[in-house]
């Protein structure tokens, strides 16, 4: 598969679009490889059609930027410089024609904007390049499907350390710290959102918020984490039984949810509609009795963020494309009662749907991993 560089060369080659200009941080993670978030500072990929591409950073960066954006000049900016100054000199210095931009039309502020205008006044700044990024970051190549397999085993490895937790007593509030801590003992040094452990009635709501709560025998424990590892995200949930016996209520709503998900697993088709699979995961549970229980979409894409497109809902036609990446997350939750939830991210491959998370499924699933 074509790098995202390339990609975006020929396409500025048949769009006639003299210069790209990238500073949302992801994207220039994406076209070059180097991650950094400069806060209020600015950091820049500059793609020519014919000219070797551009990566302006921070100067205190220069350093980590040279060492993996190697097909790129690199060139930087002390705090005490204008970086728009420099910017515009460097362009001027280039001597090629900058007629027609393509920018971050949902990135690149008013005001920086402004500046470039004022620099470069004859310019057009119409292309929007934040979608043509947005529908190429859709499908994964191989390296990335690589690094989001291992994104994926940290987030088990977070739910084993989580299971291991439980006890009678400890708090939602408690696990969690007990698996941030692990995690970053071991490397990990940023999830990939705020990770979720809800016990029993808490989990009913699909976007609670740990507390203070107490775990008790019997009841559910839904975990809702994931991992930044090298860029990219993972997401996991499961929700184990921590007790003796589930009830048969328990069991039934566990037991359907599980049949959504394993169902809509195994209905992925390269070429079948995004709708069509929430559809699956959604007759399951309808036909179960608790249609108007599983309130949110199947699922969402994933892959530098952890909320990105495609969305797996009704309503969404898009095809979905070997390689591209999304979580199967479907759930039920009765609001004072129970909540369950059981996701895993993967892609679609000509083979079907490849997790990227492997932690067992089943109502026993606590079970195994305290072993
Ligand atoms: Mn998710």
């Given at each position: 598969m074509q790098m995202p560089l390339n990609r975006i060369v020929d396409l500025m080659k048949k769009q006639d679009i003299d210069i790209v200009f990238l500073n949302n941080p992801r994207n220039v993670f994406y076209v070059s490889s180097y991650m950094s978030d400069p806060h209020e500072r600015i950091l820049a990929a500059i793609l020519f059609k014919d000219e070797k591409p551009l990566l302006f950073t921070p100067a205190l960066e220069e350093n980590d930027a040279k060492k993996i954006a190697s097909e790129y000049d690199i060139f930087s900016y002390l705090d005490t410089e204008n970086p728009w100054e420099i910017i515009v000199a460097k362009l001027q210095e280039k001597?090629?024609?900058?007629k027609r931009w393509a920018i971050e039309k949902d990135f690149l502020t008013v005001e920086r904007l402004e500046a470039l205008k004022e620099a470069f006044p004859s310019a057009a700044f119409d292309f929007n390049i934040s979608t043509t990024i947005q529908d190429m970051r859709l499908v994964k190549n191989p390296q990335e499907l690589a690094i989001m397999k291992k994104a994926g085993y940290w987030a088990d490895q977070a739910l084993q350390i989580g299971a291991k937790a439980l006890r009678e007593g400890i708090t939602e509030a408690e696990v969690v710290a007990e698996i941030e801590y692990q995690m970053k003992r071991r490397g990990?040094?940023?999830?990939?959102f705020d990770t979720m452990v809800l016990f029993g009635e808490n989990?009913?709501?699909?976007h609670g918020t740990p507390g203070e709560k107490k775990l008790q025998k019997n009841q559910f424990v839904l975990f809702d984490l994931g991992v930044m590892y090298e860029g990219y995200a993972s997401d996991v949930t499961r929700t184990l039984f921590f007790g003796d016996e589930p009830t048969e209520h328990q069991k039934e709503i566990y037991n359907l949810v599980l049949s959504a998900h394993d169902e809509a697993m195994a209905a992925v088709?390269?070429?079948?509609k995004a709708s069509a699979l929430d559809a699956v995961a959604r007759n399951v549970i309808a036909v179960g009795g608790y249609?108007?229980?599983?309130?949110?979409?199947l699922g969402h894409g994933l892959g530098q963020g952890v909320h990105e497109f495609p969305s797996i809902m009704e309503g969404n036609d898009m095809e979905i494309l070997d390689g591209m990446c999304f979580s199967i997350e479907p759930g039920i939750y009765l609001p004072g009662d129970v909540g369950v939830r059981v996701e895993d991210c993967g892609y679609a491959s000509p083979e079907g749907f490849v997790s990227f998370t492997e932690t067992p499924t089943g109502i026993a699933t606590y079970l195994e991993l305290i072993k």
């Open positions: 001597n090629v024609p900058l990990i040094s940023e999830m990939s989990a009913a709501s699909p088709r390269v070429g079948m249609g108007k229980y599983f309130n949110h979409r």
